[in-house]
């Protein structure tokens, strides 16, 4: 994570917000006087504003109390600062992992990204580094999965027959995934990987490819991109 805490007079960048404490203890108008201190009176410790903290460890400011700590300790009005926070830059080892989370290949991610199939395999062996923007359209797809997971499992519990186990059609080759399921992106490792989740959330539910004889097929749900 990258703190950006931003000032009429400075711009304070820290990687946590024990670092931000730090920076604004060194600039402090006031002295420096940690967010916190241990109040040996009260045995506890005690807020630069007067509140008190008695949870584990040694407590650190937050992002709730980053902005009034650096007007207080700047001596600025708090509507003069800003605070955002952003996620650090996503690596390839993380790139790797959640793409086989998924069940996509490079080629279907990079698809779903629009981007080619080198771009993938070159971001996961950084060669080159990742856009700020991708780790957003991950977590966009990993959403859209979660989301069609929760989905089947609706479909597996609204089956009619319960007598029998529910069963969820999957599909061997990606042409005939996209043959059943006319404009998705998707693949159907994709769709298997949605199966083994929805799958394992009902135990006893069966996964069949589509010639196979099925007696409770769950019902088709479309999919949302």
């Not at 807020?47 to 400011?61: E, K, M, N, Q, V």
Request: aromatic share 8%; glycine share 6%; proline share 7%.
């Amino acid at each position: 994570m990258i703190i950006t805490l931003t000032t009429p007079n400075a711009v304070f960048t820290a990687p946590s917000f024990a670092v931000l404490e730090d920076q604004l203890m060194g600039a402090q108008a006031h002295g420096s006087y940690p967010a916190y201190w241990w109040d040996d009176d009260a045995q506890d410790w005690e807020s630069f504003d007067g509140r008190y903290y008695a949870g584990p460890g040694d407590p650190h400011l937050t992002a709730d109390d980053a902005i009034d700590y650096a007007a207080w300790s700047l001596d600025i009005d708090a509507n003069q600062i800003t605070l955002t926070t952003t996620p650090p830059r996503l690596t390839g080892i993380e790139l790797t992992t959640t793409r086989e989370h998924l069940g996509l290949s490079c080629v279907a991610l990079g698809t779903l990204l629009s981007v080619s199939e080198r771009t993938i395999r070159n971001w996961e062996q950084e060669k080159y580094p990742i856009p700020d923007g991708i780790r957003d359209e991950l977590t966009h797809l990993e959403d859209v999965t979660a989301d069609t997971v929760r989905r089947l499992v609706a479909a597996i519990d609204a089956t009619t027959d319960h007598e029998e186990p529910a069963e969820i059609v999957a599909w061997r080759t990606d042409p005939d995934f996209s043959s059943a399921n006319r404009g998705s992106r998707f693949t159907s490792a994709w769709w298997r990987t949605v199966a083994y989740e929805a799958m394992t959330s009902r135990p006893g539910t069966r996964i069949l490819t589509p010639t196979a004889q099925a007696t409770n097929p769950v019902p088709t749900i479309g999919l949302d991109e």
